[in-house]
């Protein structure tokens, strides 16, 4: 078979593929990019984008609520049309990965539908050709995992949620981070019962301790059945149709039924049978590919970015190092990525956003470290009647007295906290914080009117 030649052949039509493709293409490079399934990847096609417009649906349900006590007198809260909803969303997927295709068509990228193997150092095999290139960037991605329990393989995941046929009246969610949050709070909100179990003590790992207790008494407050300490050891099907669930916990085990279970369990790079391997590619210990600070592999002329190299596992992470690698190709600006202050925001009900050290790394960073954190009630609440409070906290470096975290939990959280990611990677004092007149009134104002450390 002739071997067709390029300059680079990019794996994967991710956000981090598609950007490095395009960079690389409008710098004069013959560039190919190769894609199994859908261009767009996880963000476009079965994560972020699809996942806040279903948020966006399911909000209409505290809104609702809300109203009455803003002098609305509405009656009960209309039946959702979980069909419409899932037509609607997919017709606008589709509508952003007809753009994707045409914005790599624009710049010259030749886009080959079909899973890409390498058959070695220097050469792709998609869709039947072989194609050769001394550039090549790895970009497939992640994939959802299952757990090894008897019955996994009757749940479902995370990708399979936009193409339901209905929405499950009973439904399990399993896991306590990002994904499981998220779509807890949309199933219950448009209708679901919703159980939400997770073996940990607490939701969202990696967050400030005083954001995951925050957040898991409000999810307690807004209605949501929490399970902590509690992990499903198997799944059955019961006579009558139904999931039947073993669920460990503090005091023994128990049998519940339930239409669906999500397993929102993690996330594994999307590395297995492509000829990482073989091509020399080192991989970690979940099948991660190992790359250095520019996101170059093990093997010569091979480079990884996004999901699949399992850094931190954003879309604009992989986005900046995709276009950090294409500008390294060709000799472009160089492009720093800061891993550290990487702004995170969680769409669960209510919201959460954080930038910088949590309170324990910076103890952990830091000799000493002043605390400046308020809760309250937020002034909506106190009209509609809703049992919520908002949680803000600012995390200083005391000898310098840099702001060196950021962290909230309420409404609107991501909004605000993308600014406050600005003034976190520019080094701002807690002075800059204080002289910063507040927009009133509004919750944000609060980071700028912390006057008073905790701790």
């Not at 890409?116 to 095999?125: D, E, I």
């Not at 397993?263 to 991989?283: C, S, W, Y």
């Amino acid at each position: 078979m002739d071997r067709e030649p390029f300059d680079l052949v990019v794996m994967g039509a991710g956000s981090g593929g598609v950007r490095a493709a395009r960079v690389a293409a409008q710098r004069g490079m013959k560039v190919a990019i190769a894609e199994h399934s859908r261009v767009g990847g996880t963000c476009v096609i079965r994560g972020c984008v699809p996942k806040k417009l279903l948020m966006y649906a399911s909000q209409f349900h505290d809104q609702w609520q809300d109203a009455r006590g803003f002098g609305w007198p509405l009656g009960d809260l209309p039946q959702h049309d979980w069909p419409a909803l899932v037509a609607a969303v997919g017709a606008e997927v589709s509508r952003l990965e007809a753009i994707y295709r045409q914005l790599l068509g624009a710049t010259g990228v030749e886009l080959i539908d079909g899973a890409a193997r390498l058959l070695g150092p220097g050469v792709v095999q998609v869709a039947g050709r072989e194609l050769a290139a001394p550039r090549i960037i790895v970009a497939t991605g992640a994939r959802p995992q299952r757990p090894a329990w008897p019955g996994a393989e009757l749940a479902i995941t995370s990708d399979d949620c936009f193409s339901l046929p209905q929405r499950p009246p009973r439904l399990l969610v399993v896991g306590g981070g990002y994904i499981a949050l998220e779509f807890a709070g949309i199933f219950r909100r448009l209708g679901s019962r919703v159980v939400m179990a997770h073996r940990g003590a607490l939701p969202l790992r990696s967050f400030d301790e005083d954001v995951r207790q925050h957040l898991a008494n409000e999810l307690a407050a807004g209605g949501l059945d929490t399970r902590w300490g509690t992990q499903p050891l198997s799944i059955e099907r019961a006579d009558s149709g139904a999931l039947r669930v073993a669920l460990a916990h503090g005091s023994g085990t128990s049998h519940e039924d339930f239409d669906a279970v999500l397993l929102a369990t993690g996330r594994q790079p999307a590395t297995a049978g492509i000829g990482l391997a073989e091509a020399g590619v080192r991989l970690g210990a979940v099948g991660e590919v190992i790359v250095d600070e520019h996101s170059r592999t093990s093997a010569d002329g091979i480079w990884a970015v996004g999901d699949c190299t399992n850094r931190m596992n954003l879309t604009p992470v992989a986005i900046r190092e995709g276009h950090a690698v294409a500008n390294g190709m060709t000799d472009g600006p160089a492009l720093s990525i800061n891993y550290r202050n990487v702004p995170l925001a969680v769409f669960s009900q209510p919201p959460v956003a954080a930038v910088g050290h949590t309170e324990a790394s910076a103890r952990a960073a830091f000799a000493e470290v002043d605390i400046y954190r308020t809760a309250f009630r937020p002034m909506r609440a106190t009209i509609s009647g809703r049992a919520e409070r908002a949680l803000m906290k600012l995390v200083v470096r005391r000898d310098t007295q840099q702001v060196v975290g950021a962290h909230m939990v309420g409404n609107d959280a991501p909004e605000i906290l993308q600014g406050l990611a600005i003034a976190v990677n520019a080094g701002l004092t807690k002075a800059q914080f204080d002289a910063t007149v507040g927009i009133h009134p509004t919750a944000a104002e609060e980071f700028v009117t912390l006057r008073q450390p905790v701790g």
